[in-house]
C-alpha cells in the first residue's frame, strides 16, 4: 500500500470496493446492490462503490479507474479463498491507479456462519417439519486446495452451530457434487436432508444446487444483517492493516 500515514489521518476513510464476481441473473445484481444499500446504512459516512470481476458492469477495473488516486480497501464478495481472491482481484488492483489493499474474503466467519443458520431456519419454518437430520452445505467450488479448505471449515463451524452432520459440497471443480453428497448421507441413513445454499446472490450454481435438495433448500444469504456487518469487519481488518503498514513521515 503506498502512501503515508499523514494522509491515513486526514484524508477521510477509505473507500470500500465491494467485488462482487458478477452473474448473467439479474437477481444476482439486484441482491448486490440491496446488500450494499444495508452497508451504507450501517456506515453512512463511508463510500461504498461496487465493482465486478465479470459479467456486470461497473467492472472493477473501470471503478477503480473512477476513483483516481484515492485509496481504497477491496473487499471480495466471495466465501473463499481462490483464484479469483489470489490472482485476479489483485492483478486488477496493481494496475489501477488508486492506492488499494485486498481485504478477506467473506468466509470462513462466524457471521457467516449466522448468515447460514438463519436462511436454513427460514426454509424449514413453512415446512412445519422436523430439523434437519443433515446439511450439505453447497457452494460454487474451486480447483485450489485453500479453497476447499475454507468451505470446510465454514461447514464445521454450521455443524457446531446445528448439532448435525454437514458435509461441503460444490457445483463445479471440486467434489462432492452436491447430489453425491445427498447420496452419501441418505446412505448412512439420515433423513430430512437440507441443502445450505453457500452463495451470495441467486444464479446459475444456487439454482442447480437447491433442486438436488431431497427436502429443503435455504436461500442465498443475500441482504441478511450478517452479510453487511460481515463486509464492514473486513473492511475494518484490512482497513487496521493498511495503517499499519504505511510509512509513518518523519518530524523535525
Known amino acids: 500500500m503506498r502512501g503515508t500515514s499523514t494522509a491515513t489521518r486526514s484524508d477521510g476513510p477509505p473507500a470500500m470496493v465491494v467485488v462482487a464476481h458478477g452473474s448473467r441473473d439479474p437477481r444476482a445484481l439486484r441482491t448486490v446492490r440491496a446488500l450494499l444499500d444495508r452497508v451504507r446504512e450501517l456506515r453512512p459516512a463511508l463510500p461504498v462503490h461496487l465493482g465486478h470481476i465479470e459479467l456486470n458492469e461497473p467492472l472493477l477495473p ?3 479507474a473512477a476513483l483516481g488516486g484515492t485509496r481504497a480497501v477491496l473487499v471480495p464478495l466471495l466465501l473463499s479463498r481462490g483464484h479469483h481472491v489470489k490472482r485476479d482481484i489483485p492483478e486488477m488492483a496493481a494496475a ?8 478477506a474474503p467473506l468466509g470462513p466467519h462466524p457471521l457467516l456462519v449466522d448468515a447460514l443458520y438463519d436462511r436454513l431456519v427460514e426454509a424449514a419454518r413453512p415446512a412445519h417439519g422436523p430439523r434437519p437430520g443433515a446439511v450439505v452445505l453447497a457452494a460454487a467450488g474451486s480447483r485450489d ?7 470446510g471449515r465454514t461447514a464445521r463451524l454450521l455443524a457446531e452451530r446445528l448439532g448435525v452432520p454437514v458435509v461441503p459440497a460444490y457445483a463445479s471443480a471440486a467434489a462432492p457434487t452436491v447430489p453425491e453428497a445427498v447420496r452419501s448421507l441418505a446412505a448412512r441413513g439420515h433423513r430430512h436432508i437440507a441443502v445450505a445454499s453457500c452463495f451470495t446472490a441467486p444464479g446459475r450454481f444456487a439454482t442447480e444446487c437447491a433442486a438436488a435438495a431431497p427436502w429443503i433448500a435455504s436461500a442465498p444469504l443475500g441482504t441478511h444483517p450478517a452479510m453487511a456487518r460481515l463486509l464492514l469487519h473486513r473492511y475494518d481488518e484490512a482497513l487496521g492493516a493498511m495503517v499499519t503498514t504505511a510509512p509513518v513521515l518523519a518530524t523535525a
Not at 489501477?96 to 481485504?103: D, K
Open 96 to 103: 489501477a491507479p488508486a492506492r488499494t489493499r485486498v481485504a
Open 62 to 64: 473501470d471503478t477503480l
Open 145 to 151: 486446495p485453500e479453497s476447499r479448505a475454507d468451505t
